[in-house]
């Protein structure tokens, strides 16, 4: 079964600084999408990559799919407080419906 | 503009009773699903529906747990005999068919005493 490693597990960063979360999967990656979850609430989502070398951007949130290494990247340009949270990949299989995680990346700014 | 909608927020209950939560969702999306989240941890696939037919089931979803989505709109989610286990969050996401992104609710969560 499809497994996604996320990394690093959790990130303090200076607000105004840039970072980066990757997502590595376990096999090819189909559909690759991007949620952020505030604490002890519900998945909002971001992003959704399917083609190999697409990228996309959110407003400071540029998400990348490297296909040949089974690989997306989550980069944020000058962190805001408003981007503390948990960010989490999900990946869904060939002709499979349901989204399989990451663990999530716990995300803190620091003022 | 409404979103998928989960009640209750919360729920604690002693260990053995029964609960059910209920989600609806994105009036036009067919497709809802049910996952559940443990602390630290990302969102397991328990279940889906696509109308009224539930389409999948994962393993995590014992003989305890069962899902309903009588027509088609919203879905129920009950857990008998509720075990310390069973604590979670239980999110509720749907989607439409093509684009199928799939579109999360606030979540239930549940705490077994």
């Known amino acids: 079964s499809q497994e996604l490693e996320q990394s690093p597990q959790s990130l303090i960063v200076q607000e105004g600084k840039n970072l980066t979360i990757n997502c590595t999967s376990s096999?090819?990656?189909?559909?690759l999408y991007w949620y952020k979850q505030k604490y002890g609430e519900g998945l909002i989502f971001l992003m959704m990559?399917?083609?190999?070398?697409e990228e996309k951007s959110h407003e400071k949130i540029t998400a990348k799919l490297d296909e040949k290494k089974q690989q997306s990247s989550l980069h944020i340009t000058a962190s805001q407080p408003s981007h503390a949270g948990i960010y989490l990949c999900?990946?869904?299989?060939?002709?499979?419906?349901?989204?399989?995680f990451g663990q999530g990346t716990r995300l803190t700014i620091n003022p | 503009d409404t979103g998928v909608s989960q009640d209750p927020r919360h729920k604690i209950t002693k260990r053995g009773q029964n609960v059910t939560f209920r989600c609806d969702p994105i009036?036009?999306?067919?497709?809802l699903y049910w996952y559940r989240q443990t602390l630290g941890q990302g969102p397991e696939f328990l279940t889906y529906?696509?109308?009224?037919?539930?389409?999948?089931k994962s393993r995590l979803l014992s003989d305890r747990f069962s899902a309903e989505r009588p027509k088609g709109s919203f879905s129920t989610l009950e857990i008998q005999r509720t075990e310390q286990g069973d604590s979670a969050m239980y999110l509720c996401?749907?989607?439409?068919?093509?684009?199928?992104?799939?579109?999360f609710g606030p979540g239930t969560r549940l705490t077994v005493l």
């Open positions: 996401a749907s989607s439409l068919v093509n684009p199928d992104t799939q579109y």
């Open positions: 096999k090819t990656l189909y559909g």
């Open positions: 990559l399917q083609k190999g070398g």
């Open positions: 999900g990946a869904d299989g060939q002709g499979a419906q349901k989204l399989v």
């Open positions: 009036s036009e999306h067919n497709r």
């Open positions: 529906f696509q109308n009224e037919a539930q389409l999948e």
